[in-house]
């Protein structure tokens, strides 16, 4: 059968509830979101004369929650109108409702009576056909389905989203030996192409995959820590994004998640896994029993490993000593392989090294590695048949940008097992078998696709539903030009990928040279040109580095030139006479954000945080940026209405600094453009999807642009209006001296300069005013204090 998701019953309204609700308002879906009906009514609810009859009373618990969540930051909806999608309601009387429900997913406590007790309703109202799935995380899933008809437990699973789901990309999914399998089948394409998850099949064993060795590698961590006598500042240090995991590391991660979860899940898996040889690393250290007692739990009460505290310096993050059981100030943690490790961009190089240093930092990993690679070859075939379901779910639900085969992979299979032997562990047979059979890696790169080692026949396999994605990484037989900084990858079909490595993707000649020989080579050999990365973000802008060394060394013709570079680049990728696609996500800022802006088509993925920042550092948008927000009021302009807002709407959203929160928001700042361009959920099939509309357009015909003599300003009139606004900004102390005098400059260049009238001007007149306005901002000294603490400290200094 074909089947279709329109509308999603959501049953529970806790903090994982309501943001699987948002999730699927957010991909357009209406969503039914319920909850229990209070027992009595509340203080405030009774003053005003209400009882438990009342529809406000009856809904308020689905209710506040469900505002709670809308309001919390970061946002669980991509864009908040998407709220309108929610409709609530409550088990007692509306669970009748979920008869024209497509999909319903239980959300409600931990409790498997209680279950029961909801899925009896379920079964009452549901129609045959429809999904029933349970989020749990520590249930097993065939118990629920107990006593259930057969229709029922037919289309019965489990589907584990990730706190919160908006943003990590984790679904498991965990069939019952009942589930049929189209419909596995049909949620884990569904989970992938309509959410942008990635779907990972699981056993369905305690905590399942990723919380299984995610906690593991934790409560591993807590071990070594009082082994090695280290604290948390030190071990944080260790485990975040020096090593490609999260900014939140352990200890962080811990306080986010909860400590008290993080101790049920580890404390399940003891209970539940008597044959797990590593079971004593579960159970629970004396600090972490004393942490819980203390309901120091983390973030939910206020304070855990780490507690924020407000002094007359300002907030200030406080740090557990574990031996004292007492708050103090954060420790810089100094570790000479950390230190000489952090230049190091390629972080497989950076991993390597790090693994292979002797100071404290090295026996750290080496001693966490071994623990970590013992336990995941005991996994396999426990809780995954397959290796990679282990890589893929620890990189979609705990961030990690290596996977854990993927990493005993790159410091070596053989020296693993070494590390393994020599701390006492042991290594499961069939990693030995693998070795013996000639095979040397757990992954292999054979003509663009990879290939994973497989138990059962003793050989490898492709990687499942990888055909939709395209990985630059492993393609590098398929570059066909580069430098430094660039690789120009042929994926085929006639169409080139540019993608550039820098420190955050930065953008600096080098990338500017890749651009230019990218387009030769496309515009001579290829029928269209994708610019994208595999990268954890698309660009964090121009290479502020540089700018603040040409200015602060007053080479101002030097400074032009770079300008003028950038603004050829950009209107280059806009008059090539190939289509050029630009596929942006996470960090899209600054010229990342020109570049997305001068393309013929933009294939966002969904988290795409895209914004013109360069006010903040006491500039204009240099890179054509500022003429095109001004290009794309004139073209909303229409006979006969007042011109003018539409101008200041474009404006502010460069004057302050707008940057979208997701893709969706990007299109309503007019960043992205209605009917042009278009936002990949998956982040993983971004490449492809840009790949494919490359083709289309220039299957289409794709004829060179003209460039534009037409863009309409609006000269004094509109200046004199924007220029009010900001004095009386100014007068009222909401912003500084220095940001009216970028304020005031960004107004000249949008209005066309000083005319007497509106008129119609031409591309390159509003590049040459834009230009003209960076250039004398750079000259400022206040602008330069912002630039080199952006350098120093990563924000700018208000001034």
């Known amino acids: 059968m074909q089947r279709r998701i329109n509308k999603v019953a959501v049953l529970g309204s806790g903090v994982m509830g309501s943001r699987i609700a948002c999730l699927f308002a957010g991909v357009g879906v209406k969503v039914l979101l319920l909850d229990i009906v209070p027992k009595e009514p509340s203080d405030a609810e009774k003053a005003k004369g209400l009882t438990t009859e009342h529809p406000a009373v009856r809904n308020r618990i689905v209710n506040e929650a469900l505002q709670a969540a809308i309001k919390s930051n970061p946002s669980p909806l991509y864009s908040k109108e998407d709220a309108r999608h929610i409709k609530t309601g409550n088990f007692t009387d509306d669970m009748k409702s979920i008869a024209d429900c497509d999909w319903v997913i239980e959300v409600v406590v931990e409790n498997l009576d209680i279950k029961k007790k909801v899925f009896e309703q379920v079964e009452q109202f549901r129609k045959p056909g429809t999904l029933i799935t349970s989020n749990t995380s520590g249930i097993p899933i065939h118990l629920m389905a107990e006593g259930r008809s057969e229709d029922f437990q037919k289309h019965f699973l489990g589907t584990h989203f990730f706190n919160p789901p908006r943003y990590l990309r984790l679904l498991e999914i965990i069939p019952t030996p009942h589930t049929d ?81 993080l101790v049920k899940v580890a404390k399940g898996v003891a209970d539940n896994c008597p044959n797990d040889e590593a079971r004593a690393i579960m159970e629970i250290p004396p600090f972490l029993q004393k942490v819980v007692e203390n309901n120091w739990l983390g973030d939910k009460t206020g304070q855990g490993f780490y507690k924020k505290t407000k002094g007359a310096g300002g907030k200030e993050i406080l740090t557990l000593d574990l031996n004292t059981m007492e708050y103090g100030p954060k420790v810089k943690a100094k570790f000479a392989s950390v230190e000489a490790a952090k230049p190091i961009e390629d972080l497989k190089q950076r991993i390597k090294m790090l693994a292979a240093s002797s100071d404290k930092a090295g026996q750290f990993y080496q001693a966490f590695h071994a623990r970590l690679f013992s336990y995941i070859s005991h996994r396999i075939p426990e809780i995954a048949d397959d290796l990679y379901k282990v890589d893929d779910a620890m990189k979609a639900g705990f961030g990690w940008e290596i996977g854990a085969f993927e990493t005993w992979d790159l410091l070596g299979v053989e020296t693993g097992i070494k590390t393994i032997t020599d701390k006492g562990l042991t290594v499961a047979s069939w990693v030995q078998d693998m070795l013996a059979a000639g095979a040397k890696s757990f992954y292999k790169i054979e003509n663009g696709k990879k290939y994973y080692y497989d138990l059962a026949t003793k050989g490898y396999k492709p990687v499942p539903g990888e055909d939709a994605f ?186 302050q600094a707008k940057v979208a929160t997701s893709a969706q928001e990007a299109f309503e700042l007019g960043l992205l453009r209605e009917g042009i361009d278009a936002i990949s959920l998956n982040q993983s099939r971004v490449i492809a999807d840009a790949k494919e509309k490359a ?102 200094v208000r001034n």
């Open 695 to 796: 083709i289309e357009l220039a299957n289409a015909g794709y004829v060179k642009p003209i460039e534009r003599t037409d863009i309409r300003v609006l000269g004094r009139s509109a200046l004199g209006a924007i220029l009010t606004g900001i004095n009386a900004t100014h007068f009222g102390n909401y912003i500084s001296e220095h940001d009216a005098k970028i304020a005031r400059k960004l107004a000249y260049v949008m209005c066309g300069g000083d005319l007497s009238e509106p008129a119609l001007v031409s591309e390159q007149y509003l590049l040459d005013l834009e230009r003209e306005a960076f250039l004398s901002l750079s000259g400022e000294r206040k602008t330069l204090e912002r630039l080199q603490s952006v350098l120093k400290t990563g924000k700018p």
């Open 181 to 261: 399998p189209a419909v596995t089948d049909f949620l884990m394409h569904y989970g992938d192409l309509y959410l942008g998850k990635t779907t990972v099949l699981c056993k369905d064993t305690p905590a399942f995959i990723a919380n299984r060795v995610g906690v593991f590698s934790i409560m591993a961590i807590f071990h070594i820590m009082q082994e090695m006598g280290l604290g948390i500042d030190e071990v944080d240090a260790l485990t975040g994004p020096v090593i490609g995991r999260p900014k939140s590391a352990t200890f962080r991660t811990a306080d986010v998640v909860g400590i008290d979860t």
């Open 470 to 655: 395209i990985i630059l990484e492993n393609k590098s037989n398929n570059i066909i030009w580069k430098n430094s900084a660039c690789n120009l990858y042929d994926l085929g079909d006639g169409i080139v990928s540019l993608e550039w490595k820098t420190k955050m993707n930065t953008i600096g000649g080098e990338v500017l040279e890749g651009v230019h020989k990218s387009i030769d080579r496309a515009e001579k050999d290829f029928r269209g040109l994708i610019l994208a990365n595999d990268a954890a973000n698309f660009s964090a802008g121009a290479n502020v580095g540089m700018i603040f060394m040409l200015a602060a060394e007053q080479e101002f013709d030097e400074l032009d030139m770079a300008v003028r570079l950038f603004q050829k680049s950009t209107m280059r990728l806009r008059y090539s006479s190939i289509p050029v696609v630009v596929a942006p996500h996470g960090l899209t800022l600054g010229g990342g954000c020109e570049m997305s802006l001068h393309a013929d088509h933009v294939q966002a993925a969904a988290e795409t945080y895209i914004g013109l920042v360069e006010l903040g550092v006491g500039l204009i948008p240099g890179g054509g940026g500022t003429k095109e927000l001004t290009l794309r009021a004139s073209d909303q302009y229409r006979e006969g209405q007042i011109e003018n807002p539409i101008l200041q709407e474009r404006y502010l959203t460069i004057a």
